[in-house]
């Protein structure tokens, strides 16, 4: 009962007019930022914090987070329509997303990704106000041993998500891993691989390579030579906007099992939120009755991603909530967002600020709304983007992935570094290496190696805690039962997919 | 870096005609793009750009790394940075390449990608090469780097191997105008964003981009790029309230 | 990449000198940056904003603050200190970037003495010595002699190489004259998720992080490393208090410029910040974040520069092995 009168006190909250409009705001900009390839979510909380000095706190509150999840829903709009995915939550949306687009099913790409996302965070804006608190324990069950499996067994999901060679999809994986470990050294703070280059002392940002690999190497490569061909078929080939009934009854499981994923591995402090998404790929791909369609425009390849991450976006607000401590960096910004206000979150915000806490969830579900209300009717406008020339298309891909790499540090060499990654990308397409993989291997990289050696730190050196763990050796389990499954068909019949691969 | 040393390997002609001879002397160029890389860089001290070693130094040092690395390593004497990288990076492409000459590749498209990756990954162990490994039971800053990078020559070995097992792709056609320009356009947005502002970059940037594709036609870009500028100018700096330059320095002082 | 920088450097030089140079007697004329080498919503972030807003309405102009993180603060300072010397760029500086960073950072592109104007001290955030909720010692007494006991089997968490936790935390131990093994996080909230869940044993914090997790329970605090008790914590003793005196430990924050600000300049930047330090409002959204307001006496630039040599001369020798 307790729980119904905490709710209807937030949505008492959240309807005030004023915490209304903020929401409307936060879901308006958050769709913007997530449609901007580049701008990331961070950033623009980050520049939006001095806004909420003058605003009431819960307003404030309401506002950033909605960016934060409108950020997700707009995150798999570049995905689709142009292969950008604009934050590494969304980079599986475009493996499937994309070749939708290409078919002329932009769409019904577009329109399950927000259908998916708001049921995902109806379902997981209700899991927080009812099972906020007991989850929390599993954020705390979480040492640095089960990090390090949950990252072993990320990586392994990756491999699985690749549609071609799986040496070349490993060796992409092992790749990015390198690329992950230039800069500072966490535990000694030594410079590795940075060559002396200022830029370089924090690593390469996620956004400048993403931006270069898929980003400027997807618009190189269309420039080619007969290129011009294909993108006539598919401005031809678009056809409706909405999901067909079939669409809706093939992606409906997918969204399920999505939201699920999503919901659980969302609370885990760090990677939560990536794992989710592509850990819901592989998922979808391993039940499928053909795995092959897969990477070639199957719907739920979109669904159930965009749910996960949507999911895990929403579940990600309860380690802050219960504990008072933010699991992400963007989390750690709406700290300081009520830290400005003389809010101090911790264990007892719940108690201490039931406004604070309740409105923020009742806004959350009110947010998800508007954002699919917002959305849906989008859809027709991004669709019509794609009938605008190419010619003029990609010189403004251009500008705006470029203002969105500057924009995160202000810095012109982020810029450059982008642009290399864009030839580096080009030279991977040419040779049949899939980008996706490398992408996860270096936003998983970092987290793999500083749990492994924090593991080991305080271990003294034992690797057996990895094993004698439950919950860490029950993660290595499923990852060598995966391992084994991705690689036993491949040994057995050598694949013929590297002549059919050559257009990916 | 590396990666797109590696174009000069992998743009050699059509997979049909491919001979041993141009791909081993592309693998000999990948091998030494570091040094000609560096000289190349250091050119611009001449000009009094930069920091770093005056050309005549950098390559007198290279050379006399690459010839006398090895017998350095003989006589047991510290090896400076340019002796690692001619042992750890080059001397390994060299073999790779005289290898290639007596080599029938089934599938240049894998064999050049695999030796590119291990390219990268020899050229990783060199950067990582003064990093301190384990000490007692903690990794230390280069353990994990040289873990990878073992691996990774061993995945780039195993690629290459396979393009020579196994039949498949030959190199695909690289164009250069798109490549080209659009680079161009990046280059020069970085450069000019600080000094000469949202304005004038965004709306420059645009067309020299637009100069990559044949298709291009001059009046509506420019049409089109002054509204993106302008759409750009409200966009970022009012709406989302980014911190950007929008007019060039001088014109603001 | 270095010489791309320098030559875009050369540019915006050449640029600037077309320019008539900015005069310093109607100083200011425009908008100021100030660059903030931090996250947004971070201690020092969020006391720049609180004192910089007050300053904007007594100079006329408004404060841009621009957090430009990276490499424990010292890319933001490395920036600021290359930028042009008129005033209208400033630095939040920090016991991080314009101390600790000289004996971290042997490649350091400025130093803080060298290539600065102080101007003045903001505010500062005691250090609290945290530990688990279940670790044995009760107090701050019994806490040394467990670890010096223990030196082997207990681990400390601190934020990331250069952060506040971390460099306290060696103080501390180099008063104690132990080593313990180190555990890094990736900034204060993974390092206090880890402290709440007993995965470590204690750390150094800033009492903005802590303070809510102590009221609840999650963790304990034996001692504040201030010569006062903090209004937010009363029952927290100070570490001379409970037998460490000599663990003293500030997170202080101060306004720089560019060498060569023009000593005019300085001193309007002084009076203005002054000026908020004795606002009452400003005052009090300090103190609620448990800051200390330095007294009179140490808000002049001269006092600042003293601070900076002294806290060089403190840092140097405990991080200098470390690194």
Known sequence: MDLFANLAHGFGVAFSPINLLMCLIGALVGTLVGVLPGIGTIATVAMLLPITFGLPPVGALIMLAGIYYGAQYGGSTTSILVNIPGEATSVVTALDGHQMAKQGRAGPALAIAAIGSFFAGCVAT???????????????????????????????????????????????????????????????????????IPELADGLGFATVAMGVFGFAEIIRNLDFGAEMNRNLVQQKITGLMPTRKDLIDSAPAIGRGTVLGSILGILPGGGAVIASF?????????????????????????????????????????????????????????????????????????????????????????NLMLIIINLPLVGIWVRLLRVPYRLMFPSIVI????????????????????????????????????????????????????????????????????????????????????????????????????????? | ????????????????????????????????????????????TVVGLGAGRTPLSALAAHAMALLLAFPSIVAKTA?????????????????????????????????????????????????????????????????????????????????????????????????????LFVAAAIVFFALAIRPLGLIVTAFSSFLIAA?????????????????LTLGCAILFPYILGLPMPMFPRFLIQ | MTSIRSLAGACLAALCALAAPASAQNYPTRSITMIVPFAAGGPTDVISRIVTAHMAQTLGQSIIIENVVGAGGTTATTRAARAVNDGYTLITGHMGTHAASVPLYPKLAYHPEKDFEPIALLAG????????????????????????????????????????????????????????????????????????????????????????????GTI????????????????????????????????????????????????????????????????????????????????????????VKSEIAKWTPVLKPAS
């Open chain 3, 125 to 216: 955030t005691p250090i609290l010595i945290l530990a688990r909720k279940d670790f044995p010692p009760k107090d701050l007494k019994e806490f040394v002699a467990y670890v010096k006991a223990n030196a082997e089997k207990v681990n400390a968490a601190h934020a990331g190489v250069g952060s506040v936790s971390h460099v306290s935390c060696e103080l501390l131990n180099s008063i104690l004259g132990i080593k313990p093994v180190g555990v890094p996080f990736n900034g204060t909230g993974p390092a206090m998720n880890a402290l709440v869940a007993g995965q470590v044993d204690y750390m150094c914090d800033q009492i903005v992080n802590a303070v809510p997790q102590i009221n609840a």
């Open chain 2, 1 to 44: 870096m590396a990666d797109t040393m590696g174009h000069t390997a992998s743009t050699t002609p059509d997979a049909s005609t491919t001979r041993n001879t141009s791909v081993a002397l592309g693998i000999v160029v990948l091998a030494v793009a570091p040094q000609i890389f560096e000289l190349v860089w250091s050119l611009g």
């Open chain 2, 79 to 179: 090896l400076s940075p340019d002796s690692l990288l001619a042992l750890i990076y080059s001397y390994p492409l060299f073999a790779i390449a005289i290898l290639t000459l007596f080599v029938k590749i089934r599938a240049p498209q894998d064999y050049i990608g695999g030796i590119v990756l291990m390219a990268v990954a020899l050229f990783a162990l060199w950067a990582s090469s003064d990093l301190q490994g384990m000490h007692g039971f903690s990794f230390g800053a280069g353990t994990a780097p040289r873990m990878f990078g073992v691996l990774l020559v061993a995945l780039g070995a195993g690629i290459a191997l396979t393009g020579l097992l196994t039949d498949g792709a030959g190199l695909s056609h690289y164009s250069w105008r798109g490549p």
């Open chain 1, 400 to 504: 705006f992935c470029a203002i969105g790499i500057y924009s995160v540090n202000n810095a012109p060499v982020d810029v450059i570094l982008a642009g290399v990654f864009g030839l580096v990308g080009y030279w991977l397409i040419k040779h049949d290496f899939e980008p996706a993989p490398l992408l996860l291997g270096m936003v998983l990289g970092p987290l793999m190696e500083e749990n492994l050696r924090r593991a080991l730190l305080i271990s003294r050196g034992d690797w057996s805690v990895f094993v004698t763990r439950p919950l860490s050796a029950v993660l290595l389990a499923i990852a060598a039962g995966l391992l084994v499954l991705a690689v036993l068909p491949s040994l057995r019949a050598k694949r013929d997919e590297v002549f059919t691969e050559s257009e990916s």
């Open chain 1, 126 to 196: 209700v899991l927080i106000a009812v099972l906020g608190a007991p989850l929390t324990k599993l954020a705390l069950a979480f040492g640095p041993a089960e990090y390090f499996s949950l990252m072993v067994l990320g990586l392994i999901f990756a491999v699985v998500l690749a549609k071609g060679s799986v040496l070349k999809a490993i060796a992409m994986i092992v790749l990015g891993l390198l690329l992950s470990m230039v800069g500072s050294d966490i535990e000694t703070g030594a410079s590795r691989m940075a060559f002396n």
């Open chain 3, 220 to 307: 304990k605090a034996y001692a504040i490393a201030t010569p006062e008790r903090n209004p937010s914590l009363p029952n927290v003793p100070t570490t001379t208090e409970a037998g460490l005196p000599a663990f003293q430990a500030q997170a202080w924050n101060a306004i720089f410029a560019p060498k060569g600000t023009s000593p005019a300049i300085i001193a309007t930047l002084n009076a203005a910040t002054v000026k908020a330090l004795d606002d009452e409002a400003v005052r009090k959204r300090l103190l609620e974040l448990g800051s200390v307001i330095p007294p009179v006496s140490a808000r002049t630039p001269e006092a600042l520069a003293t601070l």
């Open chain 1, 279 to 367: 850990a819901a790929y592989t998922l979808e791909k391993k039940i499928a009755k053909n795995p092959s369609r897969f990477g070639r425009g199957a719907i739920e390849g979109v669904a159930a991603p965009e749910s996960a991450n949507n999911a895990a976006a929403q579940t990600s607000f309860i380690p802050l909530l219960t504990l008072g401590i933010p699991p992400n960096a963007v989390m750690a910004l709406m700290v300081g967002a009520m830290t400005i206000h003389g809010i101090v979150p911790g264990p007892q915000v719940m108690q201490k600020q039931p406004d604070l806490v309740w409105g923020m969830i009742a806004s959350m579900w009110i947010g």
């Open chain 2, 211 to 227: 100069v990559g594709s044949y298709e291009t036609k001059w009046i509506e870009t420019i049409i089109v790029g002054a509204c």
